[in-house]
């Protein structure tokens, strides 16, 4: 953890300033301590990441997965721009606007946009309510520009008023409550800063065959499915069913094999998966009270403006 997290961070219990006792590390980074707010309330920073939740609850599936995968989607790993070209196409930001810019990641997996931010001289906050935060905190820890922080989150450990942009992708129909975890988000922008958001689209017939499967493999065993998942492996090579694989059954068509074993069980193993539509998302910005409210291109992903 570095010191200048200390200037974003708020009690989320009290909202209250936190200030760090009991720590341990060298110059700007803090590897152990203990987070306390003026009414008593304390959470822990072990292994250089403030956690401020007892356990991981609904979100277990994705430690264990992006500790397993965790540098499969980072482009600086597999020496391409895929997350790049998804992080534009589903936020809407420009390029050239980021550099200087304070950005929360949330949801940040093993940091795969986070990454991307870093190259591109933004400040990012990534947060995680799983351990996955330790497979970011592997990947881009050291990074100058990037704090890591486990959270929830409907009960975030930030300032009002924060950040410059907000985004999250993929992350929150992973949650008990999409529209209630969007919500939370809007409180932390600054005036004219932007949100932007990508969750599940409920546009296709077809992948209601993949979803009622989804009973059975949310109770598997966690292994079971693990290993389960690898049957998109060599499924991929029977390229006349591919669209039936993808379409119908959800089993990822990606070229890497370890991107499609990865997203096959990213499908199945989550407790929580809603599907929603643009009018519905629409709804939610306008009655958040974001203006230059932008359907973006892919289904379904929008950016609205604070008005506060």
């Not at 499969?72 to 589903?90: G, R």
């Not at 939370?184 to 005036?191: G, N, Y």
């Not at 998942?229 to 089993?251: H, N």
């Amino acid at each position: 953890m570095k010191k200048r997290l200390l200037d974003l961070l708020a009690c989320p219990d009290c909202k209250q300033e936190l200030h760090m006792e009991q720590d341990v590390g060298s110059g700007e980074e803090l590897s152990e301590g203990i987070l306390r707010c003026h009414a008593g309330h304390s959470f822990p920073v072990t292994r250089g990441i403030p956690r401020f939740v007892p356990a991981e609850f609904y979100a277990e599936s994705f430690g264990f997965q992006w500790n397993r995968f965790s540098k499969v989607q980072l482009d600086c790993h597999s020496n391409t721009t895929e997350s790049e070209e998804t992080f534009y196409e589903k936020t809407g930001f420009e390029p050239e606007s980021l550099p200087g810019q304070l950005i929360l990641d949330a949801g940040t997996g093993a940091g795969r946009f986070a990454e991307v931010l870093t190259r591109k001289k933004a400040e990012v906050v990534g947060i995680d309510l799983s351990t996955a935060i330790d497979a970011a905190y592997s990947n881009l820890g050291e990074r100058p520009n990037v704090h890591l922080v486990q959270a929830d989150i409907f009960h975030l450990p930030f300032k009002e008023r924060t950040f410059d942009r907000i985004f999250s992708i993929g992350v929150l129909h992973h949650t008990p409550d999409t529209r209630r975890a969007f919500e939370s988000l809007v409180p932390l922008l600054k005036a004219n800063g932007e949100v932007a958001i990508w969750v599940y689209s409920r546009h296709s017939e077809l992948r209601k065959i993949s979803d009622s499967m989804r009973w059975l493999t949310v109770k598997m065993p966690r292994r079971f499915l693990f290993y389960l998942s690898t049957v998109a492996i060599p499924l991929y090579y029977l390229k006349p069913f591919r669209v039936i694989f993808q379409g119908v059954f959800r089993i990822c068509m990606h070229k890497s094999w370890r991107w499609r074993w990865l997203d096959t069980f990213d499908y199945f193993s989550p407790e929580f998966q809603w599907k929603h539509t643009y009018p519905e998302v629409f709804c939610w910005f306008q009655e958040a009270g974001l203006k230059d409210i932008t359907v973006l291109p892919a289904p379904v992903s929008m950016k609205g403006r604070s008005t506060r």
